[in-house]
């Protein structure tokens, strides 16, 4: 599981993230410029230290290099999500917590993303399904051991 980025490693991916392409120290520091005064040499060293722990894979044009992103930005807070819900005693409360904290476009987009992983061959005709007002049915008619918290004797929920 990856480390959080520091501020400025963030500033850099951010950078390096959006334009999808190989990018120089140059550019990037061009571009952070236009936020905050910065020299080239931290650039230098942050995405060196990226290239070292993994985040960008470097290759050489003449004395310097081009940086790419080794993966997306989904995929790093991908990461930190699986992470922070993996260190949680109670997996399902800690989901519980999380969704309550989301807006309804996130709601929505957590909506659309478990319709694309599960693929259409898994989605349950709309007619099968428990309606969304009554989750309680839901989780009544789910054996004991499913129910989240049910271990704790409900604390849980």
């Given at each position: 599981?990856?480390?959080?980025?520091?501020?400025?490693?963030?500033?850099?991916?951010?950078?390096?993230?959006?334009?999808?392409?190989?990018?120089?120290?140059?550019?990037?520091?061009?571009?952070?410029?236009?936020?905050?005064?910065?020299?080239?040499?931290?650039?230098?060293?942050?995405?060196d230290?990226?290239h070292?722990?993994?985040?960008?894979?470097?290759?050489?044009?003449?004395?310097?290099?081009?940086?790419?992103?080794?993966?997306?930005?989904?995929?790093?807070?991908?990461?930190?999500?699986?992470?922070?819900?993996?260190?949680?005693?109670?997996?399902?409360?800690?989901?519980?917590?999380?969704?309550?904290?989301?807006?309804?476009?996130?709601?929505?987009?957590?909506?659309?993303?478990?319709?694309?992983?599960?693929?259409?061959?898994?989605?349950?005709?709309?007619?099968?399904?428990?309606?969304?007002e009554?989750?309680?049915?839901?989780?009544?008619?789910r054996?004991a051991?499913?129910?989240?918290?049910?271990?704790?004797?409900?604390?849980?929920?």
């Amino acid at each position: 599981m990856p480390r959080p980025l520091g501020e400025l490693e963030d500033a850099v991916m951010t950078r390096v993230w959006k334009w999808n392409r190989p990018v120089t120290v140059r550019e990037v520091l061009e571009d952070l410029q236009k936020e905050r005064s910065i020299a080239y040499t931290t650039v230098m060293t942050v995405l060196d230290n990226l290239h070292q722990k993994g985040w960008v894979r470097r290759e050489a044009e003449g004395r310097a290099y081009r940086y790419e992103a080794v993966s997306t930005r989904a995929a790093y807070a991908a990461a930190l999500m699986n992470d922070a819900w993996s260190q949680s005693d109670n997996p399902a409360a800690a989901l519980v917590a999380f969704f309550g904290m989301m807006s309804e476009e996130q709601r929505q987009a957590l909506s659309d993303a478990v319709r694309i992983v599960q693929g259409p061959e898994t989605a349950e005709p709309a007619e099968r399904r428990e309606p969304a007002e009554h989750p309680e049915r839901a989780e009544r008619a789910r054996p004991a051991d499913e129910n989240p918290g049910s271990a704790q004797g409900g604390a849980g929920r």
